[in-house]
């Protein structure tokens, strides 16, 4: 089992619509939870961090954090043709280092 | 405006020779790590560094070595490039493992 799992995707939605991209982990003791962007060819970009259950806004941007669930999900709402990439989750686990998932490649169609 | 600096941003080099990929960054981070990601594929660790003098090898097994010298320095070596080294190289730093990396803009190797 993989550290850090995500749908492979590809993941399409309509423009405007909500994208719900989802992540578990295997280590429980797990504290800090991240979502990076990473464009076609371009280096990750942090998004969204998120360190304690229930949700965290920042624009357009919803993560949600379930630590008995083990499960982390981000939300795009009103989803844009810009927001075409692949989102990556990663964790901070017991050794302090950051195990990224293998990412989901999100499609806005226009 | 980044505040971590890969250089060169694209390098075609051929068999056998030696390489440096540089990474610095300014702002004052311990920890600085090397990824390894082919084209739509997951990130891999091959280095990382706690801080100076002190450097490890990731998850990927990695014929490349580095060095940490200065705390904004953290250059990798390849002693021999061979085409199987053909890949994008991910600088990464941050300010504790509990806080999300920030992340250089990467150099694309290609060994012809």
């Known amino acids: 089992q993989k550290e850090v799992e995500q749908n492979s995707g590809p993941l399409s939605v309509p423009e405007g619509a909500i994208a719900s991209l989802n992540c578990t982990y295997s280590?429980?003791?797990?504290?800090?939870f991240f979502w990076y962007r990473q464009y076609s060819g371009k280096s990750p970009e942090l998004i969204m961090s998120?360190?304690?259950?229930g949700d965290k806004e920042d624009g357009r941007f919803t993560a949600q954090l379930n630590k008995a669930s083990q499960y982390v999900s981000l939300l795009i709402r009103d989803s844009q043709p810009s927001d075409s990439a692949t989102y990556l989750c990663?964790?901070?686990?017991?050794?302090?280092?950051?195990?990224f998932g293998s990412g989901t490649q999100l499609t806005v169609l226009p | 405006e980044a505040d971590i600096y890969q250089t060169p941003r694209y390098l075609v080099i051929g068999t056998g020779k030696k390489i440096t990929l540089e990474c610095s960054q300014t702002?004052?981070?311990?920890?600085m790590y090397w990824y390894q990601q082919d084209p739509g594929m997951e990130l891999h660790l091959i280095h990382y560094?706690?801080?100076?003098?002190?450097?490890e090898k990731g998850d990927l097994s990695s014929e490349s070595t580095v060095s940490r010298i200065r705390t904004e320095h953290f250059p990798l070596t390849l002693e021999s490039a061979r085409p199987s080294h053909t890949s994008q190289y991910l600088c990464?730093?941050?300010?504790?493992?509990?806080?999300?990396?920030?992340f250089g803009s990467g150099t694309r190797l290609t060994v012809v």
């Open positions: 990464a730093s941050s300010e504790s493992g509990d806080r999300g990396f920030e």
């Open positions: 560094s706690y801080g100076v003098n002190s450097t």
């Open positions: 998120i360190y304690s259950n």
């Open positions: 280590d429980r003791v797990s504290q800090s």
């Open positions: 990663a964790v901070s686990g017991s050794a302090r280092q950051l195990t």
């Open positions: 702002m004052g981070h311990d920890k």
